[in-house]
């Protein structure tokens, strides 16, 4: 079945920091991508999502690209926010029926 | 976006009794949903997948007969922790599927078995 790997946080970056958080999976076939957050206290939001190879979803200043060849589906931000503090959740999805399988999650600390 | 709701968001309860949660989805109909637990610090782990009208699908390691989980109509599943004990202590979250291929989750439910 599928599977993820998510970097381990906690990461702790200083406002307007540059944000990697790397993923990668193993899957048969090409599943849909998903990146969750869940901030303090609430629950789980869709961030972005890529369905293809070399689709690049965004949102929020957030963006991951869909790499077949790696495996991959890192998320990055160019300047992070201390509203942006919370745990993000990669995950694949497969193509029947929508089960999603979750990384371990890392949390991010923004300080101002 | 589409709204999940669950209920109750918190429960305590006697350790022996069994524990009943709600999922909603307020604006769309699920044909699916799903169930996960959350260990603190840990990430989702999907616990059984909820179809509208059929027998719940319930992932390897997950006891159906303790985690009774009933989808009776489009807009609303439930999760029954039967005879919970403090190691069923957790948070129980749910989401929704669309035809979308779009998942839409619950804020969660955080039970703790005395």
């Known amino acids: 079945g599928n599977s993820v790997t998510q970097m381990e946080g906690p990461v702790t970056l200083s406002e307007e920091a540059f944000l990697t958080i790397n993923c990668t999976y193993t899957?048969?076939?090409?599943?849909?991508l998903f990146w969750y957050v869940q901030y303090p206290g609430e629950g789980l939001q869709l961030l972005l999502k890529?369905?293809?190879?070399?689709d690049k979803g965004s949102n929020k200043g957030f963006e991951a690209t869909y790499r077949k060849e790696t495996t991959s589906f890192h998320l990055e931000k160019g300047s992070v926010q201390v509203s942006d503090s919370a745990v993000y959740f990669c995950?694949?999805?497969?193509?029947?029926?929508?089960?999603?399988?979750f990384g371990q999650g890392t949390e991010l600390s923004v300080k101002p | 976006g589409a709204v999940v709701s669950q209920h109750p968001s918190r429960v305590i309860c006697k350790s022996g009794t069994s524990v009943k949660i709600e999922c909603r989805s307020l604006?769309?109909?699920?044909?699916?949903m799903f169930w996960y637990r959350q260990f603190p610090k840990k990430s989702l782990m999907l616990m059984a997948t909820?179809?509208?009208?059929?027998?719940?699908?319930?992932e390897q390691g997950v006891e159906k007969d303790k985690f009774l989980i009933n989808h009776a109509s489009l807009t609303l599943s439930t999760l029954t922790v039967t005879s919970a004990h403090p190691e069923d202590s957790s948070f129980y979250i749910c989401?929704?599927?669309?035809?979308?291929?779009?998942?839409?989750f619950g804020p969660g439910t955080r039970l703790t078995v005395l």
């Open positions: 995950a694949p999805g497969d193509n029947q029926g929508g089960k999603l399988i």
């Open positions: 899957a048969t076939g090409y599943p849909s």
């Open positions: 909820s179809n509208e009208g059929s027998k719940a699908t319930y």
């Open positions: 604006d769309f109909q699920a044909t699916t």
């Open positions: 989401s929704a599927y669309d035809t979308d291929n779009e998942q839409f």
């Open positions: 890529a369905t293809k190879a070399d």
